[in-house]
């Protein structure tokens, strides 16, 4: 059974809107970082921390896009954005983000779909619901 978690922007939050590019872009600087690491430790850690391949489908433009796998015990993390409605005392909608494990994901996945929650959660100082319905809050109170 799917299982997903939500990426909530606050009214605290960084940014107010987001874009799937935007998600890419911060999930590029992810790579980069992990890279840097790898080297001060003088070995390939990028792989180990990001072992992906960014996908996207024509009929998911936009709006969603996906992670496929490229060693045999990782296989796919869906990541979506879309606007949730505002409350009566926001005046304009905030953006989510949506990280979903499919049925074939693995439990390398879901390590994976949770560190890289935390770490965009982090980056947008925004509030993270994990998979186990828990929250986790990343901007200040």
Known sequence: ?????????????????????HVKELLNYYKDITSKTG???????????FPYEVKEKPEG?????????TEDRYKMI??????QTA???????????QVTLHDQSTHGDKAKANE??????????????LFTGSIMYYYKR
Do not use: H, R
């Open 39 to 49: 080297k001060q430790l003088g070995w390939e850690y990028s792989q180990a921390a």
């Open 1 to 21: 059974m799917a299982s997903s978690a939500y990426i909530n922007l606050v009214p605290k939050s960084k940014e107010k809107t987001l874009t799937v590019e």
């Open 61 to 69: 433009k936009g709006q969603w896009f996906y992670l496929k796998g």
């Open 116 to 129: 890289l929650c935390k770490f965009l959660a982090k980056k947008l100082e925004a509030e993270l619901k």
């Open 78 to 83: 869906l990541i979506g954005v879309g606007t």
């Open 87 to 97: 409350t009566s005392d926001e005046t304009e909608p905030l953006s989510y983000i």
